[in-house]
């Protein structure tokens, strides 16, 4: 029994060391270079979606707010629209009124010229009419 190691051990020892070290070059570099590569692509496609998600929440945000503006130009206009119908509709009644007023008043005047003719014959037949009732009731001519 021998308390120094075989000389196997030690060529074991170095080929698995050789081994390591050529394993390491040929595979393990590689992988673990596609595999940072991997990771940073990875890192960079997050940040890539979260820059995408921040536009695409600012730009909901403005077309929100647009939308609310527009909505309140809407409202607005809308509201211009109808004030200037009842203006309108004022100055289109009160014409309206106008003119009736000026029929009226017209009609009055007609109304007023007719009943001083009728008045005027009218008493006119009236001086006639009471000559010939007093000559009838009397008897005799007047």
Not at 42 to 60: G, T
Request: glycine share 6%.
């Amino acid at each position: 029994m021998d308390i120094y190691p075989n000389i196997t051990v030690l060529f074991q020892i170095a080929n698995f060391l050789i081994l390591l070290f050529i394993l390491n070059l040929i595979v393990y570099r590689p992988i673990r270079k596609i595999l940072g590569r991997r990771g940073d692509e990875v890192i960079s496609f997050q940040d890539m979606i979260e820059d995408f998600q921040n536009r695409s929440e600012k730009e909901a945000k403005t077309l929100q707010e647009n939308m609310a503006g527009a909505r309140s130009q809407g409202f607005k206009e809308k509201e211009n629209l109808k004030n200037a119908g009842l203006e309108e509709e004022k100055v289109m009644v009160q014409g309206a009124i106008s003119a009736a007023e000026e029929k009226i008043g017209k009609a009055k005047g007609e109304i007023d010229q007719d009943t001083a003719q009728a008045r005027q014959s009218l008493e006119a037949e009236v001086k006639v009419f009471s000559k010939e009732l007093a000559e009838k009731i009397l008897g005799r001519s007047i």
